[in-house]
């Protein structure tokens, strides 16, 4: 329990047990439901309730791992036994409107539709300069709010393809991060969904054959890149660099393949 409320510290959360819990502290794996009722009140002398579930008549419910409402719920109700009631304080940072980026789920549609450009462009940048990961998390962002926008269109109206046709060039850039960052099964469910409707984007083909190619999927890539070479000849200069790479991986595999067999029968 002490490293547990030595990692709140860290967060700048205090934690006082007003009344002792049952039994062990949860090991709360995602996908663990805990309902409570909290109240919110000011850290200054008046102490000022800002909310409190009891008077609204409705408990709290969270699913841990999916962080859906403010990230601090999960991090001090992991530190609660069954039963417990406990008093926390943090600091919380206010800010004005306009000064700070939203979060796509706090944002009306006509933000939504106005962020998009805006957290593109910020991927684009921090892909350039190397951030992988956090370029990742802004084309993210972005799909979200297209995804929550399309939503609210009827599938097929001029609309919906409209945002769809928006998703589809953030979508192909977050699967560039995942090349990047190795995790090619992501790359190609996501390649392969925009080809299920777009069957003449040469780059969902090319990021497909290359993650097929990582994966060992030879014929699979091959035929990739033979659709590339099809719908764009121009691009026969980096198909075939990268054909000659799968082809050396596949033969420096069999090297290794037929070194182990002999080893395994010279014993």
Sequence with gaps: MADIIARLREDGIQKRVIQEG???????????????????????????????????????????GKKFKLPVWETIVRTMREGEIAQFCCDVKVENPGTYQQDPWA?????????????????????????????????????????????????GSP????????????LLNYCQCKLVAEEYYEVLDH???????????????????????????????????????????????VVSRELRALEARIRQKDEEDKARFRGIFSH
Aim: net charge negative; charged share 30%.
């Design 191 to 237: 390649c392969s969904s925009i080809l299920n409707k777009y069957d003449d984007n040469v780059k969902a083909y090319f990021k497909r054959g290359k993650a097929h190619a990582a994966v060992w999927n030879a014929q699979e890539a091959q035929a990739d890149f033979a659709k590339v070479l099809q719908l764009d000849p121009a691009l026969a200069p």
């Design 107 to 155: 944002m009306t549609d006509e933000e939504k539709a106005k962020a998009v450009p805006v957290i593109h462009q910020e991927g684009n940048r921090l892909y350039r300069e190397g951030h992988v990961k956090e370029a990742a998390a802004k084309y993210y962002d972005a799909i979200a709010c297209l995804k929550n926008l399309q939503m609210k269109e009827q599938p």
């Design 22 to 64: 049952r039994g062990a502290l949860p090991d709360f794996q995602d996908g663990t439901k805990a309902t409570f009722h909290y109240r919110t009140l000011r850290s200054d002398e008046e102490g000022a309730v800002l909310d409190d579930s009891r008077v609204r008549g409705k408990p709290m419910e969270l699913i841990i």
């Design 159 to 170: 609309d919906w393809i409209q945002l769809d046709q928006q998703i589809t060039p953030l």
